[in-house]
């Protein structure tokens, strides 16, 4: 069965989607919908939503990305301040900093 209804385009191109297809696909304020363009028309589908569990795993993925990442950076800081204790200069022409200390370590090794 096919429903039908209309809307109509504001200046700033927004549409109001009707409240009878808002209830049927139980479509909220704030969602993601998708428009894709099909036989002349558009089809307008809504992005699956990611369940809670999905976003506290992301969450969670990122803060252990996060802690590691800062000792990886902590790790580096402890070798270049080893490295200038020694007096030797950084060569700034050298834009990655683990190749920067490649090279620094081949120098003074």
């Known amino acids: 069965m096919y ?3 209309t809307a109509k385009m504001s200046s700033k191109g927004q549409l109001v ?3 009878a297809f808002r209830k049927r696909y139980g ?3 704030g969602m993601t919908l998708m ?3 099909v036989n002349g028309g558009v089809l307008l589908q809504s992005l699956p939503q990611p369940s ?3 976003v506290e ?3 969670a993925e990122s803060s252990e990305a996060s802690a590691l990442m800062k000792a990886r950076l902590e790790k580096m800081k402890r070798s270049l301040d080893r490295i200038a204790s020694l007096g030797v200069s950084l060569p700034l022409d050298i834009e990655s900093g683990e190749r920067r200390l490649d090279l620094l370590r081949n120098r003074h090794s």
Do not use: D, N, T
């Open 3 to 5: 429903a039908i209804e």
């Open 17 to 19: 989607v009707p409240e």
């Open 27 to 29: 479509w909220r304020q």
């Open 35 to 37: 428009l894709v363009g």
């Open 52 to 54: 809670v569990a999905e």
């Open 57 to 59: 795993e992301s969450i």
